[in-house]
Every structure is written in structure tokens, then in C-alpha cells.
């Protein structure tokens, strides 16, 4: 078994910053893309920021620029903790984010993995 856990969501004002981290637990073999993804209310869950095992990565289009993932551990590593570094926020980065790791290898077998999420809000 596989559990993600967010932490670091809250309230931020307009043009601040938020640190997310996503706690990794359970015994993982290897995984090809763990990442952040976020539903704001009324639309679909969508891309935030994805991280390879050799740790390149994918932004979505609205957050290039302003995000940064990053994960602990060293290249070609599977990592404990997972990080969102959040930028210049606006109010249309509201939503619940959610920690992801996709096609991972554990006891279980490949599965795929989700947090249960951290509230951000951008707000004044």
C-alpha cells in the first residue's frame, strides 16, 4: 500500500506564495511520474506539475513560470517527500490540489495513487 499525504494549503493573498508537500509512505519499487494535480469547484481536475523518476518535469499551461515541483532524493531515486513551491498566486488557483504517483511499482503491483488533497484559496 501506497499512501500520499498534502500538507501546506491555506489562505494566501493575491501575488503570494504556498509550499505544498506530499509525504510518500509504503514500500515503492520504482515509478515513472509522480506529480500535483488540482479541481477547483465546478471543473475538472486538471494538470499541475508532474516529475519523472530521473526527475524531469511537466507543467501545465496556466502555472509555467510561476510553479515549481520538486521532489527529495537523489536522481533515478524513489523520493519521500514531493513538493509544490506556488508562485504569484492568483485568485484562479483556488481549488483543492491533490498529490499524485502514477504507474508505480510496489508490493501490489503497478497502481496508481492519490493524496486526499489541501485546500489552497486565494484570496483578499
Known amino acids: 500500500q501506497v499512501d500520499l499525504v498534502e500538507s501546506g494549503g491555506g489562505l494566501v493573498q493575491p501575488g503570494g506564495s504556498l509550499r505544498l508537500s506530499c509525504d510518500v509512505s509504503?514500500?515503492?519499487?520504482?515509478?515513472?511520474?509522480m506529480g500535483w494535480y488540482r479541481q477547483a469547484p465546478g471543473k475538472r481536475r486538471e494538470l499541475v506539475a508532474t516529475?519523472?523518476?530521473?526527475?524531469?518535469?511537466?507543467?501545465?499551461?496556466s502555472v509555467q513560470g510561476r510553479f515549481t515541483i520538486s521532489a527529495d532524493g537523489a536522481v533515478n531515486s524513489v523520493p519521500n517527500t514531493l513538493y509544490l513551491q506556488m508562485n504569484n498566486l492568483g485568485p484562479d488557483d483556488t481549488a483543492v490540489y491533490y498529490c499524485?504517483?502514477?504507474?508505480?511499482?510496489?508490493?501490489?503491483?503497478?497502481?496508481?495513487?492519490w493524496g486526499h488533497g489541501t485546500q489552497v484559496t486565494v484570496s483578499s
Open positions: 516529475i519523472t523518476e530521473g526527475r524531469r518535469t511537466v507543467y501545465g499551461d
Open positions: 499524485n504517483a502514477a504507474n508505480v511499482y510496489g508490493d501490489a503491483g503497478w497502481g496508481e495513487y
Open positions: 509504503g514500500k515503492i519499487y520504482n515509478f515513472l511520474t
